[in-house]
């Protein structure tokens, strides 16, 4: 079971815990009452979908014996107008920077990645359209 707890800290601001012990702050933008102190929930979503496929993707190059030097994910989302304003719509890019990578390889993590093994992902995409895509940048 994945636990959290999140406790008002007053005004806008909100102090969420992992169960596995690990903290952070959100809040507001001050045209809605915030201090602008950390980051909004729908930011979270972005980045927690990032993270995951992101380390699905780490992990499956460096188990091809890929070079990878660093890796940056891109994501964007569109928002409805109306509340409860949900995503519609989510774009993720994966910039893979590495030595020699081979683009076969690249292909195949991002595609294991964003159809069988990014939960987040899966959660995600039965409430908005996602539509991912990667470019390599190799380094010396």
Same mark, same amino acid.
């Given at each position: 079971?994945?636990?959290?707890?999140?406790?008002?800290?007053?005004?806008? +601001?909100?102090?969420?815990?992992?169960?596995?012990?690990?903290?952070?702050?959100?809040?507001?933008?001050?045209?809605?009452?915030? $201090?602008?102190?950390?980051?909004?929930?729908?930011? &979270?979503?972005? !980045?927690?979908?990032?993270?995951?496929?992101?380390?699905? !993707?780490?992990?499956?190059? =460096?188990?091809?014996? +890929?070079? !990878?030097?660093?890796?940056?994910?891109?994501?964007?989302? +569109? +928002?409805?107008? /109306? $509340?409860?304003?949900? &995503?519609? %719509?989510?774009?993720? %890019?994966?910039?893979?920077?590495?030595?020699?990578?081979?683009?076969?390889?690249?292909?195949?993590?991002?595609?294991? @990645?964003?159809? =069988? $093994?990014? @939960?987040?992902?899966?959660?995600? %995409?039965?409430?908005? /359209?996602? !539509?991912? @895509?990667?470019?390599? %940048?190799?380094?010396?």
């Amino acid at each position: 079971m994945i636990t959290a707890k999140v406790k008002w800290a007053g005004d806008m +601001q909100f102090i969420g815990q992992s169960g596995t012990g690990h903290a952070m702050v959100m809040d507001a933008n001050p045209d809605f009452g915030g $201090y602008d102190s950390g980051m909004r929930p729908m930011e &979270l979503l972005l !980045i927690g979908l990032g993270g995951c496929s992101g380390m699905d !993707i780490v992990s499956i190059l =460096k188990k091809k014996k +890929q070079d !990878i030097r660093g890796l940056e994910i891109k994501v964007n989302a +569109q +928002q409805a107008e /109306k $509340y409860p304003k949900r &995503l519609t %719509e989510i774009s993720i %890019e994966f910039i893979v920077k590495g030595k020699s990578l081979s683009e076969e390889a690249v292909k195949r993590a991002v595609e294991l @990645s964003m159809e =069988k $093994y990014c @939960s987040v992902k899966a959660t995600l %995409e039965h409430s908005a /359209k996602i !539509i991912h @895509s990667y470019k390599i %940048e190799n380094v010396d």
